[in-house]
């Protein structure tokens, strides 16, 4: 259980890694595509109705939607599920993004990244054990949203 419980505290860490950095200047939304808005939704609302239907099917939906530039990046959640309630007023592109401690200098990812606000409920067998906010990046590649699926440390 303690075992469970310092992965769940590494997750929820890596999920919110770069946000308690601060960035000078004022934030300024910029605008989106709406086809780009309405892939990003797809990719969460995805991302969700797999969670509903189990570890398994989740686990699925990550590795098809894993970024293909980071496909050796992908980690195993075992049998926890992650519901992750975007903020898509927040929604804002981030050209200068790199996924923290992506191997063998890999660098920004191809395709538009976006970064938003999001609430994330972790889960396992159905009960609650955490609850997060934070920022989560998607990235628009040839007309289809994919992700970083997150990896649990411990």
């Not at 099917?57 to 496909?71: A, E, I």
């Amino acid at each position: 259980m303690r075992r469970r419980l310092l992965a769940l505290v590494g997750l929820a860490g890596l999920l919110l890694a770069g946000c308690s950095s601060t960035i000078p200047g004022e934030p300024v939304a910029a605008a989106s595509p709406s086809s780009d808005r309405q892939l990003v939704q797809g990719y969460f609302t995805e991302l969700n109705a797999a969670a509903a239907e189990g570890a398994a099917t989740q686990r699925d939906f990550l590795q098809r939607s894993q970024h293909p530039d980071y496909l050796d990046e992908l980690c195993d959640l075992g049998d926890l599920t992650l519901n992750i309630d975007p903020a898509m007023s927040t929604l804002r592109v981030d050209p200068d993004w790199v996924p923290p401690g992506a191997g063998r200098g890999a660098g920004h990812p191809r395709g538009l990244v976006y970064v938003l606000g999001v609430s994330v409920s972790i889960r396992q067998d159905g009960a609650l054990l955490g609850e997060q906010i934070g920022s989560q990046r998607v990235v628009i590649l040839d007309g289809k949203a994919y992700g970083f699926a997150p990896c649990p440390t411990g």
